[in-house]
């Protein structure tokens, strides 16, 4: 079973649209947004998949969500079945964070291979697990997205070094770092040098969840990427629709 999350009470979050953000920002894709996460970003735009009733940990937006309503249980053949019948021939597993259920995961990709030969699978990460054996070769290309200290996380529990080390070694890996301060580029600087992450594959996000917002970080933010040789990836979907789930 995979646990989803919904776009209404008992339908699970899965579309076709255009992804938004990195490297494959435009190219038609289908998503897939599974429930649950171990990170606690403050200004997490899907805390619907996380913060639950009696869950404290701080966020922007007080409100907690009920998990009945947020979440769906769904087998992995019937999850592939929906993501084949839908026309992109590439598929993006996000959350949450996916990679905690990377054996369902491994399973539903496999089902997914059966019934739709040639799917592009992209997986949207925060960094801090590894992938699931039986999941790893499957995947085409990972989003990897380690939290920094603004986000609200201690470094122990978002920052794990061995990790880090190995997406930056991977070549399927794409660092995408959420940017909502100038000031939060020394923290970048630092871990691209620990880890020895290229620049072709570091990517500055402004953090942002409405059009106004990431227009004006974006001013500096683009500076910032043509000076370090970095590359800058906008929030596409955030301009078309929106803060708004199924999109
Ligand atoms: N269109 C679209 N592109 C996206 N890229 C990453 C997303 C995410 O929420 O992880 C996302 C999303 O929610 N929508
Ligand atoms: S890691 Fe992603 S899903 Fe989890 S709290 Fe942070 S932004 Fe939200
Ligand atoms: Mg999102």
Redesign the pocket.
């Known amino acids: 079973m995979l646990t989803l999350a919904t776009t209404t009470p008992g339908e699970p979050e899965l579309f076709a649209s255009l992804q938004g953000e990195g490297p494959s920002i435009g190219r038609p894709s289908t998503f897939v947004r599974l429930s649950r996460?171990?990170?606690?970003?403050q200004?997490?735009?899907?805390?619907y998949?996380?913060r639950f009733e009696g869950d404290n940990r701080p966020h922007r937006d007080t409100a907690a969500f009920e998990r009945k309503a947020n979440q769906l249980s769904l087998d992995e053949t019937d999850v592939a079945g929906r993501i084949a019948a839908l026309p992109p021939d590439r598929l993006v597993i996000t959350?949450?964070?996916p990679l905690l259920q990377g054996a369902a995961l491994a399973r539903m990709v496999a089902a997914l291979n059966e019934q739709r030969p040639g799917m592009h699978i992209e997986i949207e990460t925060?960094s801090t697990v590894a992938p699931h054996p039986a999941l790893d070769p499957l995947v085409h290309q990972y989003n990897v997205?380690p939290?920094l200290a603004h986000?609200g996380?201690t470094a122990d529990l978002a920052l794990i070094p061995e990790r880090l080390s190995a997406w930056a070694a991977d070549p399927r890996a794409y660092f995408k770092f959420?940017i909502a301060e100038p000031g939060d580029l020394d923290e970048v600087l630092s871990l691209q040098q620990a880890h020895a992450i290229p620049g072709d594959r570091l990517f500055l996000m402004p953090e942002g969840r409405s059009s106004d917002v990431l227009k004006a970080r974006s001013q500096w933010l683009a500076e910032i990427c043509s000076r370090n040789g970095f590359r800058f990836t906008d929030r596409l979907h955030i301009h078309l629709w929106g803060d708004t789930r199924g999109t």
């Open positions: 996460c171990n990170l606690a970003c200004w997490c735009d899907t805390a998949t996380w959350g949450g964070e925060n997205s939290k986000s996380n959420v």
